[in-house]
């Protein structure tokens, strides 16, 4: 495997559901994000993780778990999402999060549905 | 206000042709960086360019090019020779506080819909 990988790519899960998102990078990177992307809305950043530590919380709901037990793997927990929680989930890694041109490389997104 | 602005939701190009996709933004910051992204069907976020707010000169990368006017708060992208594989949106982003630990938050665009024609 190469960049940065998610699974599932696909999710279909009920209200009362825990689930989780998996992302891995084999970029040696340090950072790694959450980023939402809603239908009709810009991409919204959810969690930043600096070697496995949280520095960005952007206002997500609690329902919105995150967890990076290493520099490699950040994890989303889900449960008693709503509906409008439908969206691509992406994640991203970066060296680190300082620097000029700390360019993020994007995995292929999770489409989670709620019903 | 919003802090990155692309006015095209949508426009089509011809094979072969050159494209301007626009993009403004809006920072009180000195330091900022600023990226543009390709995103097919599938999904993945492709990176494509950066421009810094201190480069004098207006990035370039392959068929890609930054046309940077600091003093408009502007950052185009150009696509010189189009191809069919560039159908896809394309976000530009945004990097504030380049001298802070402020979490490399990329602040992104409404994007434009691109659609090569043959």
């Known amino acids: 495997e190469t960049g940065v990988t998610q699974t599932p790519r696909h999710l279909v899960m009920g209200m009362t559901n825990k689930k989780s998102l998996k992302c891995e990078q084999h970029?040696?990177?340090?950072?790694m994000y959450w980023y939402k992307q809603s239908a009709k809305k810009p991409l919204e950043l959810m969690f930043v993780?600096?070697?496995?530590?949280?520095?960005e919380n952007n206002s997500v709901p609690s329902r919105f778990s995150p967890e990076c037990p290493n520099s490699s793997h950040l994890f989303l927990h889900l449960h008693t999402l709503q509906p409008e929680d439908s969206a691509l989930y992406l994640c991203?890694?970066?060296?680190?999060?300082?620097?000029?041109?700390?360019?993020?490389?994007f995995g292929p997104g999770t489409r989670l549905t709620v019903l | 206000a919003q802090k990155i602005t692309q006015t095209q939701p949508g426009m089509f190009v011809q094979e072969k042709e050159a494209v301007t996709l626009d993009c403004t933004y809006d920072?009180?910051?000195?330091?900022?960086?600023l990226f543009w992204y390709k995103q097919p069907s599938s999904g993945e976020m492709i990176f494509l360019i950066y421009?810094?707010?201190?480069?004098?000169q207006n990035a370039t990368e392959g068929r890609y090019s930054l046309n940077f006017q600091k003093a408009r708060k502007s950052a185009n992208l150009v696509i010189s020779a189009s191809q069919l594989g560039d159908s896809a949106m394309y976000f530009c982003?945004?990097?504030?506080?380049?001298?802070?630990?402020?979490?490399?938050?990329?602040?992104f665009g409404g994007g434009t819909r691109v659609l090569v024609k043959p």
């Open positions: 991203a890694s970066s060296q680190d999060i300082t620097g000029f041109n700390n360019e993020q490389f």
């Open positions: 970029l040696g990177h340090n950072a």
């Open positions: 993780y600096s070697l496995e530590e949280r520095v």
């Open positions: 920072t009180s910051d000195q330091s900022y960086g």
């Open positions: 421009q810094g707010s201190y480069d004098e």
């Open positions: 982003a945004m990097r504030e506080d380049l001298f802070e630990a402020a979490g490399n938050k990329l602040t």
